[in-house]
T-cell receptor, first 116, second 114 residues
Framework: AQKVTQAQTEISVVEKEDVTLDCVYE???????LFWYKQPPSGELVFLIR??????QNEISGRYSWNFQKSTSSFNFTITASQVVDSAVYFC?????????????FGGGTRVLVKP | DSGVTQTPKHLITATGQRVTLRCSPR?????VYWYQQSLDQGLQFLIQ???????AKGNILERFSAQQFPDLHSELNLSSLELGDSALYFC?????????????FGPGTRLTVL
């Protein structure tokens, strides 16, 4: 069974600080996909990034970057130079290629509060 | 704006009642998913449809049912409502099923059962 754990429930930073969100996952599949979603105070879920299990290259997209390490089953997400608008709940999610359909299994979320 | 629409935005009803939540996927998306977000359970997958057929089922109660119509919109029916059914219900869509396809979420329907 697939499982996603986000150990940090809440992180508070001052604007312009970097924020790193931890995500640890469990799956028996060899092919799977990892995602980060953002849920701002308005409530909608916004897709941020996706990573395939067979591609461990870490990337940077604007102020977002991610560190995928299969050896430790971790998929951490960093916001560089945080801004007040980054205040939201961030969810890590996992989807298995082998499962019927491709449901997302979400972690419990990490609330990020960026203070001016 | 994800392109996924959900109606109504808010719904307040009483225990024992039945409600229907509606979702229209993004143009071109054939797969629809329903998720429930509650304080107790977090974000949970309920059910998925692909081109009108049920594709996968998650932790969906027997009191809940869903369907996807020929025009690809989907409805989630919740009956014999209980206080614990109060939650934010999201619909998401993707082009086709497949673990690598990102799901785009609608704004959600907030259900309050009194």
């Amino acid at each position: 069974a697939q499982k996603v754990t986000q150990a940090q429930t809440e992180i508070s930073v001052v604007e312009k600080e970097d924020v790193t969100l931890d995500c640890v996952y469990e799956t028996r599949d060899t092919t799977y996909y990892l995602f980060w979603y953002k849920q701002p105070p308005s409530g909608e879920l916004v897709f941020l990034i996706r990573r395939n299990s067979f591609d461990e290259q870490n990337e940077i997209s604007g102020r977002y970057s991610w560190n995928f390490q299969k050896s430790t089953s971790s998929f951490n997400f960093t916001i560089t130079a945080s801004q007040v608008v980054d205040s939201a709940v961030y969810f890590c999610a996992l989807s298995e290629a082998g499962a019927a359909g491709n449901k997302l299994t979400f972690g419990g979320g990490t609330r990020v509060l960026v203070k001016p | 704006d994800s392109g996924v629409t959900q109606t109504p935005k808010h719904l307040i009803t009483a225990t024992g009642q039945r409600v229907t939540l509606r979702c229209s996927p993004r143009s071109g998306d054939l797969s629809v998913y329903w998720y429930q977000q509650s304080l107790d359970q977090g974000l949970q997958f309920l059910i998925q449809y692909y081109n009108g057929e049920e594709r996968a089922k998650g932790n969906i109660l027997e009191r809940f049912s869903a369907q996807q119509f020929p025009d690809l919109h989907s409805e989630l029916n919740l009956s014999s409502l209980e206080l614990g059914d109060s939650a934010l219900y999201f619909c998401a869509s993707s082009v086709v099923p497949g673990g690598g396809n990102e799901q785009f979420f609608g704004p959600g329907t907030r259900l309050t059962v009194l």
